[in-house]
């Protein structure tokens, strides 16, 4: 990857201009039986489409706070990836009385109404689903992000040195974000180019952050992103790591 790279969404570009036809995330979700891979163009263009709804339709700007109260899902990655485009704070299992804006799953609804800025509602459902009737006070994300232009350019420069995420009480810059996927890649075993990590952890720590979304970016590798992992038997768990050329495994 570029040394040069200060954000996430620096990552993201530099790994589409070196393999765009790559697999970047592969979600599993083992309550539903669910398998979505995306290659970095795919997630790519996931991000762009949802860092113009942010900027565009919600009015999203550097400095705001967007509480995300989402499980580890490929879509909780396209949004930390696309607050980090836009400039926004992704504040990951915040407090929504305190956010500017908030995006929740649907299983955190009712604690997402305390914001009192705009509200977006994710079903979760496999291929990007919408609800099957829009919950009260809230835009779907499925219906919203589909319009939304394939490219994106951010009305003002992300700094580097502003605050980029919070999670589990710690407050990061972009910069910081990416110092530190790289400093946790040889624990991780990511090596490199090549380098697939298998991650069960839970997106509410910064570990679970790194495994599953940072650190792989960060260094050229993908991730094998599994919801439910613990409703998987061994002998099934051995099977997709041969079957995903799963190099390294984070639980």
Known sequence: MNATDRTPADLLRSALAADPARPLVTFYDDATGERVELSVATFANWVAKTANLLQGELSAEPGDRVALLLPAHWQTAVWLLACSSVGVV??????????????????????AR????????????????????????FADYAVEVPGQGDHFQAYAPVDPEAPALIVAGGEYT??????????????????????RLLSGASYDTWEGLSAGLYAPLATGGSVVLCRHLGQLGEDALAKRIESERVTATRR
């Open 90 to 111: 992704a504040d990951v299992a915040g407090d929504p009385a305190a956010a500017d804006l908030v995006v929740s799953g649907p299983d955190t609804l009712d604690a």
């Open 114 to 137: 305390a914001c009192s800025g705009e509200r977006i509602a994710l079903a979760l459902r496999p291929l990007g689903g919408r609800f099957p009737q829009p919950p009260a006070g």
């Open 174 to 195: 972009s910069a910081e974000v990416v110092e530190r996927a790289r400093a946790d890649a040889p624990a991780l075993d990511l090596t490199g180019p090549g380098s």
